[in-house]
Structure formats: structure tokens, C-alpha cells
């Protein structure tokens, strides 16, 4: 394929990628017995959960069921190994496209062994709901669910070289937009008695979606100067700046505090029942919202640790003969880069946790539950993907411009 793509050509590309990952979701495992499964995991949290990523695919068993979690999760271990053994740190750094190709073969092969991992404990998992439970099943199974998340990988792959936006994104955006139709009767508004309620919760619904757009769209601008930069008597010139995003992690910090906190209320529940006094502390709203708060700050330093090294923005500072104003090059740089990046940290992630709660934080004060049904989470990952889609085409539009001038 030839890079050089118009935005037409771009946009159609992703649009068929989308339709054929679409199919395979209603393409099922032979031998599954399709309606206990919905019947028995439409109540499940997790399975719910994990939906959202796999457009419904965990409650058909279809052949692309699994999705792009394989392949999100092993781009987060790939991050990991680069952060913890140097020499993978040294590929990334220092060998440019050749590196990069490296790190992502490592990373196919990741989401081959997690494909495989998963649709292992999805094949043993559905053996209730099968008619004829034997080996030969179980191997078509895996071989079948690894396949399909090895075709969702590279549909994403695709997406992101030849088409429109981040491939894993636009199709985590596809999912979610699937979802809505089949769930429309939860999107709705319960407890309406008058004009004032009506107001405040289409009040409530702008500030929301106000609120995500400035997450996904703020950043710091740390200002630097190079000596390029100085005229006569050393006078500035021009300046530019460092951009750092208020939410560096974006919506990921809340999807995993998410399945963070699910996975053992959901598990205490299945063991232990809920009238336990384990389940009765975690079922507490404050204990509840308090370690869900810790949870979503913790995954957001952990991801803005993975995403921004201070020290290699020092370096890579120096290298250029560049520095911040008023403030040496070197540790005290380090040291500088990091407090900001930290305070954006802390800030950005009590604005998801405000987010995630906001519904249940309505509801308390004005007795009204305010779309019920409406995952924040969701809402945050829409807009998230929306707005780098809309940067996206509108950088292809300019340089379509700027192609037609120099012609």
C-alpha cells in the first residue's frame, strides 16, 4: 500500500476495516448454546465490563469476542519492559524505524500468547453452555478466539497506518457506539416531576461532556528557549514550549480502577455472599469511593510515568541546546519537569474520578438518577477519540491544502 493517501481514500479504508471487525462479532463458536449464555451473563459486572471494549462480543462468543483487550493489554506490557530492561529502552531510543518495528513485533507476539491466555479461560469458562463439551471443541475454541484477536490487531494496525486515527481507539469507539442501540431503554431519566428537574439535568449533562472535552484538551505550555533563539545583547526573539496534557493517561487510568475494584467485589460476592461483613465494608459508598479514588490516582501516575520520562526531556532538552527560563539545565530541569507533571497528574485524575462519580454525586443531592444507564467511562473514551479523530482529519485537510499550493 502506498502511504500517500488522500483523506477520502483514508476514511474509506476505516470505514470497511470497521464494518468486516462489525461481522465478525455475529459470527459464532459452533456448539455454543447461544441463548443461556446472553440469558446467564447479561447480570454479570465483569462480563458487562469487558463488553464495552468488545461491542457486546463477551455475551455472543463470536469469533472476534476477544477483540482489542489482547492487544491494548500488551502494548501496556510492552511499555513496561521498556521502562524495566534497559536494553528494550536502548532499541526505542536509539534505532529509530528499525526500533520501532522491533518493539512492535514484541508486542504481536504479547497479544498472541494473551489471545491464547484468554480464550483458554473463555473456552473452559463456557462449558456449562455448550452442547458437546470435549477436547476437540476446547482446541477450536482457542485456535478460534486467538485467530480473531490476531485479525483485530492487525485491523488496528492497519486503522493507524493507512486510515483514520488510532486503531485501537477508533475500534474500543465503534464498540461503544454499538452498544447504545440495544441499550437505549437505560438511557433514560428517571423521577421527573417538574420544569426545574428537567433544567438541572440537562444542566448536569452539558457540564459533563464540558468537563470531558477540557480533560481530554487542556495541557500546561512549558515555556524554553534555545540559543538559537537569542538576538543582539541577548534579547528574545521568539519562544516555544513544551506541551503537557492535563490527563496524560488518558481514559485508561479509569478503565483499569474500574476492573480493579469490580473483579474483587464481584468475586467476594460469588464466594462469600452479601451478607458477609467483607461485603457489607466494600459495598460502603465512602469506603467504595474512597478506594476507587486511590485506585484511578494511583493508574494515573503509573501511566504518566510510562508516557513522559523526565529525565530523557532533560536530555533531550540539552541535546538541542535548549532550556526552561530561569532554571538550570540538569537535575534542577529534572526536578522541575517532574513537580509540574506530578500537580497535572493529581489534578487531571481527581477530574476522572469527578467524572466517574458525577451521576451518582446528582442523583445524592437532587434525588433524581441522572441517566441511568450511561457509563462516564464511556462518555470519556467517545470524547477522548472523537476529538483526536477531528485533530487527525483536520491536520490531513491542511496538508491536502498545502499539497495543492506547492502543485
Given at each position: 500500500m502506498n502511504k500517500k493517501k488522500t483523506l477520502t481514500q483514508?476514511?474509506?479504508?476505516?470505514?470497511?476495516?470497521?464494518?468486516?471487525?462489525?461481522?465478525?462479532?455475529?459470527?459464532?463458536?459452533?456448539?455454543?448454546?447461544?441463548?443461556?449464555?446472553?440469558?446467564?451473563?447479561?447480570?454479570?459486572?465483569?462480563?458487562?465490563?469487558?463488553n464495552i471494549f468488545s461491542g457486546g462480543g463477551f455475551t455472543t462468543i463470536g469469533i472476534f469476542s476477544l477483540g482489542i483487550i489482547p492487544y491494548i493489554n500488551s502494548s501496556i506490557i510492552?511499555?513496561?519492559?521498556?521502562?524495566?530492561?534497559?536494553?528494550?529502552?536502548?532499541?526505542?531510543?536509539?534505532?529509530?524505524?528499525?526500533?520501532?518495528?522491533?518493539?512492535?513485533?514484541?508486542?504481536?507476539?504479547?497479544?498472541?500468547?494473551?489471545?491464547?491466555?484468554?480464550?483458554?479461560?473463555?473456552?473452559?469458562?463456557?462449558?456449562?453452555?455448550?452442547?458437546?463439551?470435549?477436547?476437540?471443541?476446547l482446541f477450536d475454541s482457542i485456535i478460534t478466539l486467538t485467530t480473531g484477536s490476531m485479525i483485530i490487531m492487525w485491523?488496528?494496525?492497519?486503522?493507524?497506518?493507512?486510515?483514520?486515527?488510532?486503531?485501537?481507539s477508533i475500534l474500543i469507539f465503534q464498540n461503544i457506539i454499538s452498544n447504545i442501540p440495544k441499550n437505549i431503554n437505560n438511557y433514560k431519566v428517571h423521577n421527573i416531576n417538574n420544569i426545574n428537574t428537567t433544567l438541572l439535568i440537562a444542566t448536569a449533562c452539558i457540564v459533563i461532556l464540558v468537563i470531558n472535552i477540557l480533560i481530554q484538551d487542556s495541557k500546561r505550555k512549558i515555556e524554553i528557549v534555545s540559543s538559537k533563539q537569542l538576538g543582539y545583547n541577548n534579547k528574545l526573539i521568539t519562544q516555544n514550549y513544551i506541551p503537557v496534557k492535563l490527563n496524560q493517561g488518558g481514559v485508561m487510568p479509569i478503565i483499569f480502577a474500574s476492573a480493579a475494584i469490580a473483579l474483587p467485589q464481584y468475586t467476594i460476592t460469588n464466594?462469600?455472599?452479601?451478607?458477609?461483613?467483607?461485603?457489607?465494608?466494600?459495598?460502603?459508598?465512602?469506603?467504595?469511593?474512597?478506594?476507587?479514588?486511590?485506585?484511578?490516582?494511583?493508574?494515573?501516575?503509573?501511566?504518566?510515568?510510562?508516557?513522559?520520562?523526565?529525565?530523557?526531556?532533560?536530555?533531550?532538552?540539552?541535546k538541542v541546546g535548549a532550556s526552561i527560563p530561569s532554571i538550570r539545565p540538569g537535575n534542577e530541569t529534572i526536578n522541575y519537569l517532574r513537580n509540574i507533571i506530578n500537580k497535572l497528574t493529581f489534578i487531571g485524575s481527581i477530574f476522572l474520578f469527578i467524572i466517574a462519580q458525577?451521576?451518582?454525586?446528582?442523583?445524592?443531592?437532587?434525588?433524581?438518577?441522572?441517566?441511568?444507564?450511561?457509563?462516564?467511562?464511556?462518555?470519556?473514551?467517545?470524547v477522548g477519540v472523537a476529538i483526536d479523530t477531528a485533530k487527525q482529519i483536520q491536520t490531513y485537510i491542511i496538508s491536502e491544502q498545502y499539497d495543492n499550493i506547492m502543485e
Open positions: 483514508r476514511i474509506l479504508i476505516t470505514l470497511t476495516i470497521l464494518f468486516f471487525s462489525r461481522i465478525g462479532m455475529f459470527i459464532p463458536i459452533p456448539g455454543i448454546n447461544q441463548t443461556e449464555v446472553t440469558e446467564s451473563l447479561n447480570q454479570n459486572t465483569i462480563i458487562n465490563f469487558l510492552t511499555q513496561l519492559l521498556i521502562k524495566i530492561i534497559p536494553t528494550l529502552e536502548e532499541i526505542q531510543k536509539n534505532e529509530g524505524e528499525a526500533g520501532k518495528q522491533k518493539l512492535n513485533n514484541i508486542t504481536r507476539y504479547l497479544t498472541l500468547l494473551w489471545g491464547i491466555i484468554q480464550s483458554i479461560s473463555i473456552a473452559l469458562w463456557i462449558k456449562p453452555y455448550t452442547f458437546n463439551w470435549n477436547f476437540n471443541f485491523f488496528a494496525e492497519i486503522i493507524t497506518e493507512y486510515g483514520i486515527g488510532n486503531g485501537a464466594i462469600v455472599g452479601t451478607n458477609s461483613l467483607i461485603y457489607l465494608i466494600i459495598s460502603n459508598n465512602f469506603i467504595y469511593g474512597t478506594i476507587y479514588l486511590i485506585l484511578i490516582i494511583t493508574f494515573s501516575y503509573f501511566y504518566s510515568s510510562i508516557i513522559l520520562s523526565t529525565n530523557d526531556m532533560a536530555e533531550n532538552l540539552q458525577f451521576p451518582l454525586i446528582a442523583a445524592k443531592i437532587s434525588q433524581v438518577n441522572i441517566l441511568q444507564g450511561l457509563g462516564t467511562t464511556s462518555l470519556l473514551i467517545l
